[in-house]
């Protein structure tokens, strides 16, 4: 049967279907997609999840699942022969890691094949998964979580500039507190031009990164992975420098507390918060004119080497080992330069690589595994916060692939593009936007001149009536006075409308006086 199964085709596979009278529809399927018995020792676990058998109901699954398994499990021998297992990484999965342990891919592909073989098989019974089993299946861009990333690290980094300002403050008298007991400054000499070494050689570090930044397809998952990092480093150096201030440790640094002449507090905090900027605008570095002193635990140089270190070698491939050797060699050398200029003690350095160098696995391993530790969540939340927001879109390990500068000058056209175009509708809805205004506001004005005209005819009809009414009373009362006057001989000769005809001509022709009209 292991030499066999490799041979199976499509109908074997589905007679072996039959036979363990799997579900109809999964028969169906597996003629369709043409399984054959290679395709059936390749699966792993999402295929089971996925187009086409994402249709499945639970007991036609996990039946077809069991199968599955038992055939490779069976048959591990014709599995390695493809290339699908490999017993020395599978007897010894710890072993899986480059030679300095930073490439955490591989180490959580290990972490899930070895847990995956725990439920399935036993503990007895090991088999490897394919690694592209536990990469992520969502990698979204989020720029806008990195732009956050950006301002978190801006604001650590002035924080720390100001905590140096306040600790060199702080530094004890050279006189009354010596250099301290160290292993290394003791037995080494000190070298004056090891120190700007040191830093020329981060300066090349720096260079790499942006470099593998610039080419890493995924390149903004991986940013804002540094900044977050580099900023809660940072954030614990601000801490340790305050807490204890050590002596300098080494005679040939003019160190002592600055005194400000008598002033208002007002004042000295300016002077502070100006020099506080003159540190953070010279990025730290004694290259571009910035000296301090008291800020010794820990080193910050030695941060900054190590993590330039830990994620170039992370974030591209492991056939670069030369790459990686020369980061490492780079580093460490970077580290020497620091204890041979004597701006560090021995224990300064150390405690910088080490909690550096553990906060960047740590972040690494819950990241690439928060499928895995769903149930630490809410723990995770609370010691981790970045960690939780800044991953919450990233659900396993993020392939190193990148892209040709061809690709992301495309890339970068169609990002313009897309751009410019957002900004023209954008404007255009602006403009509709105020046009509808305008219009509105002109109906508004329209109508409310309506409703005037309105209301001036309704009044103009109103007083048309009361004239009218005043009319006829006057008609009225005229007729009333002519009969008055005429004698009844008059009367009886003449018709009553052609008097009334009468005064009114003889009103229109004569129009009344104003005292007539007053009384009127």
Same mark, same amino acid.
């Given at each position: 049967m292991e030499a066999n199964i490799i041979k199976w085709t499509n109908k074997e596979v589905i007679d072996l279907l039959h036979k363990d009278k799997i579900s109809s529809f999964i028969v169906d399927i597996c003629k369709s997609q043409d399984i054959d018995g290679q395709c059936l020792l390749s699966f792993v676990d999402r295929d089971f999840y996925e187009y086409p058998f994402d249709q499945l109901k639970l007991g036609e699954r996990k039946r077809f699942i069991l199968l599955v398994k038992k055939l490779q499990r069976n048959n591990r021998t014709a599995m390695c022969e493809l290339g699908l297992c490999d017993d020395h990484m599978s007897s010894n999965p710890a072993t899986n890691i480059n030679f300095v342990g930073t490439n955490l891919s591989h180490l959580s592909y290990n #972490?899930?094949?070895?847990?995956?073989?725990? !439920?399935? *098989?036993? /503990? &007895?019974?090991?088999?490897? &998964?394919?690694? +592209?089993?536990?990469?992520? @299946? /969502? #990698?979204?861009?989020?720029?806008w979580k990195t732009a956050i990333a950006l301002g978190y690290v801006f604001l650590v980094t002035w924080v720390t500039a100001v905590v140096m300002v306040i600790v060199h403050d702080k530094v004890p008298d050279m006189k009354k507190y010596p250099p301290l007991p160290d292993l290394f400054l003791d037995n080494v000499p000190h070298i004056p031009w090891a120190f700007d070494m040191c830093e020329i050689t981060g300066s090349l570090l720096m260079a790499i990164w942006v470099v593998v930044l610039f080419f890493h397809k995924h390149r903004f998952i991986i940013l804002r992975r540094f900044f977050a990092l580099a900023g809660t480093v940072f954030l614990l150096r601000c801490f340790t420098m305050l807490i204890t201030s050590l002596s300098v440790p080494g005679s040939h640094l003019k160190c002592e507390p600055r005194f400000y002449p008598p002033a208002d507090d007002l004042t000295v905090w300016g002077r502070r918060l100006r020099q506080a900027y003159d540190i953070w605008s010279g990025a730290g570095m004694s290259v571009r004119g910035v000296r301090t002193c008291g800020d010794y635990m820990f080193s910050g140089h030695t941060v900054a080497l190590t993590l330039l270190n830990?994620?170039?070698?992370? =974030? &591209? @491939? /492991? @056939?670069? =080992? !030369? #790459?990686?050797i020369l980061t490492w060699v780079m580093n460490m050398f970077?580290?020497?330069?620091?204890?041979? +200029?004597?701006?560090?003690? @021995?224990?300064?350095?150390?405690?910088?690589? *080490?909690?550096?160098? /553990?906060?960047? !696995? *740590?972040?690494?391993?819950l990241s690439n595994n928060q499928a895995l530790m769903q149930n630490d969540s809410s723990r995770t939340r609370i010691w981790f916060p970045l960690l939780s927001f800044f991953e919450s879109e990233v659900d396993g390990i993020v392939?190193?692939?990148?892209?040709?500068?061809?690709?992301?000058?495309?890339? !970068?056209?169609?990002?313009?593009?897309?751009?410019v175009t957002d900004v023209k509708k954008s404007s255009v809805a602006k403009i509709a936007g105020t046009k509808l205004q305008e219009g509105a506001a002109m109906g508004e004005y329209s109508v409310v001149r309506l409703v005037d005209g309105i209301k001036r005819n309704l009044s103009l009809v109103e007083e048309y009536k009361n004239s009218r009414q005043r009319l006829v009373t006057l008609d009225k009362n005229t007729q009333a006075c002519l009969l008055d006057e005429l004698p009844d001989a008059e009367l009886r000769h003449r018709n009553i409308a052609e008097l009334a005809g009468e005064s009114l001509l003889r009103d229109f022709s004569n129009p009344p006086s104003p005292i007539m009209k007053k009384s009127i």
């Amino acid at each position: 049967m292991e030499a066999n199964i490799i041979k199976w085709t499509n109908k074997e596979v589905i007679d072996l279907l039959h036979k363990d009278k799997i579900s109809s529809f999964i028969v169906d399927i597996c003629k369709s997609q043409d399984i054959d018995g290679q395709c059936l020792l390749s699966f792993v676990d999402r295929d089971f999840y996925e187009y086409p058998f994402d249709q499945l109901k639970l007991g036609e699954r996990k039946r077809f699942i069991l199968l599955v398994k038992k055939l490779q499990r069976n048959n591990r021998t014709a599995m390695c022969e493809l290339g699908l297992c490999d017993d020395h990484m599978s007897s010894n999965p710890a072993t899986n890691i480059n030679f300095v342990g930073t490439n955490l891919s591989h180490l959580s592909y290990n #972490l899930h094949s070895q847990l995956q073989n725990e !439920l399935t *098989y036993g /503990r &007895t019974s090991e088999c490897v &998964t394919n690694y +592209a089993d536990v990469k992520a @299946s /969502r #990698l979204k861009p989020e720029i806008w979580k990195t732009a956050i990333a950006l301002g978190y690290v801006f604001l650590v980094t002035w924080v720390t500039a100001v905590v140096m300002v306040i600790v060199h403050d702080k530094v004890p008298d050279m006189k009354k507190y010596p250099p301290l007991p160290d292993l290394f400054l003791d037995n080494v000499p000190h070298i004056p031009w090891a120190f700007d070494m040191c830093e020329i050689t981060g300066s090349l570090l720096m260079a790499i990164w942006v470099v593998v930044l610039f080419f890493h397809k995924h390149r903004f998952i991986i940013l804002r992975r540094f900044f977050a990092l580099a900023g809660t480093v940072f954030l614990l150096r601000c801490f340790t420098m305050l807490i204890t201030s050590l002596s300098v440790p080494g005679s040939h640094l003019k160190c002592e507390p600055r005194f400000y002449p008598p002033a208002d507090d007002l004042t000295v905090w300016g002077r502070r918060l100006r020099q506080a900027y003159d540190i953070w605008s010279g990025a730290g570095m004694s290259v571009r004119g910035v000296r301090t002193c008291g800020d010794y635990m820990f080193s910050g140089h030695t941060v900054a080497l190590t993590l330039l270190n830990f994620f170039i070698t992370e =974030y &591209t @491939s /492991r @056939s670069l =080992y !030369l #790459l990686h050797i020369l980061t490492w060699v780079m580093n460490m050398f970077g580290i020497f330069f620091i204890l041979a +200029a004597h701006e560090h003690y @021995s224990i300064d350095v150390f405690i910088a690589f *080490y909690i550096t160098s /553990r906060l960047f !696995l *740590y972040y690494h391993t819950l990241s690439n595994n928060q499928a895995l530790m769903q149930n630490d969540s809410s723990r995770t939340r609370i010691w981790f916060p970045l960690l939780s927001f800044f991953e919450s879109e990233v659900d396993g390990i993020v392939p190193n692939e990148y892209e040709g500068p061809m690709t992301i000058l495309n890339n !970068l056209k169609q990002w313009l593009i897309q751009f410019v175009t957002d900004v023209k509708k954008s404007s255009v809805a602006k403009i509709a936007g105020t046009k509808l205004q305008e219009g509105a506001a002109m109906g508004e004005y329209s109508v409310v001149r309506l409703v005037d005209g309105i209301k001036r005819n309704l009044s103009l009809v109103e007083e048309y009536k009361n004239s009218r009414q005043r009319l006829v009373t006057l008609d009225k009362n005229t007729q009333a006075c002519l009969l008055d006057e005429l004698p009844d001989a008059e009367l009886r000769h003449r018709n009553i409308a052609e008097l009334a005809g009468e005064s009114l001509l003889r009103d229109f022709s004569n129009p009344p006086s104003p005292i007539m009209k007053k009384s009127i």
